[in-house]
């Protein structure tokens, strides 16, 4: 009877072992900043909160952001995350929940120290409009400063648009609040700094997004991060990873977002 009741015990542990599936999710080749840590924490206590084990596993994927998409629409990788746009929506399941609650739509600029002086007129769009920034080329931010007559170079690297403006050759950079104060520690460049009087703020959504051969994860997503919304699990956390205090110190510059969308 007990040789039984092990065998027993032991098929259903293979069973269990079994049914745990396995995801991939991408995983950028660059330095892993606290906009990347408070993710990759969400993404595991939301599956718990869903009760839904996986074992994870990262598939090492270029920083780029629509290749990256891409990759998920051919079944490459299971899950990433990306800042929402229509076009991307048709690649992946998007699953909508703002992950950073709209801060990644307010954006800091980063400038360099020798153009403070010449910041301190910058109180509007009209005088954002006389400078240049840089963006990630294939970056929905980049259309929508471009949509609101800024001026905006596209570049395909990523550290070379720290660089442009740390040679005064480029104007301002703007970054998330969530991104911006881990990004400037990593820079060597001393001469960058975040301006302190202003910052962009525009509607944006950072969702997850889940193959579409993986609909049950997609759901299980929603559902454990909204138990975390609930229970105030997420709130938690997003104060753990992220000093907020710039925005009540700053003065918001208001842009229009034409593609962004809340269905």
């Given at each position: 009877m ?22 991939y ?83 800091a ?73 881990s ?11 975040k ?6 703020s ?11 051969q ?14 975390m ?27 229009d ?7």
């Open positions: 007990v040789k039984r009741v092990i065998y027993l015990m032991l098929i259903l542990l293979g069973v269990a072992a079994e049914a745990k599936s396995t995801i999710v991408a995983k950028e080749m660059r330095p892993l900043y606290d906009r990347d840590l408070f993710l990759y924490e969400l993404l595991d206590l939301s599956l718990k909160a869903a009760e839904y084990p996986v074992d994870i596993q990262h598939v090492k994927v270029h920083p780029h952001q629509q290749r990256t998409l891409l990759a998920l629409s051919k079944g490459e990788v299971d899950l990433h995350w990306s800042m929402s746009s229509p076009a991307r929506e048709k690649l992946a399941i998007a699953v909508k929940f703002p992950l950073f609650d709209g801060l990644i739509g307010k954006r600029l980063l400038v360099h120290r020798a153009q403070l002086t010449r910041f301190e007129a910058v109180q509007s769009k009209a005088g954002l409009a006389k400078l240049v920034a840089v963006q990630g080329h294939d970056w929905p931010d980049t259309k929508i400063l471009a949509a609101n007559g800024l001026k905006v170079r596209p570049i395909v690297n990523y550290q070379a648009m720290f660089d442009l403006v740390n040679n005064q050759k480029a104007d301002y950079f703007p970054r998330s609040v969530v991104e911006v104060d990004e400037l520690a990593a820079q060597s460049a001393t001469e960058l700094v301006l302190p009087g202003v910052y962009l525009y509607p944006a959504h950072f969702y997850f997004f889940v193959n579409k993986k609909p049950q994860l997609a759901a299980k997503l929603a559902q454990g991060l909204k138990r919304k609930d229970n105030g699990q997420y709130e938690q956390l997003l104060a753990r990873y992220f000093d907020l205090s710039f925005l009540t110190t700053a003065q918001p510059i208001y842009l977002n034409p593609f962004f969308h809340t269905d």
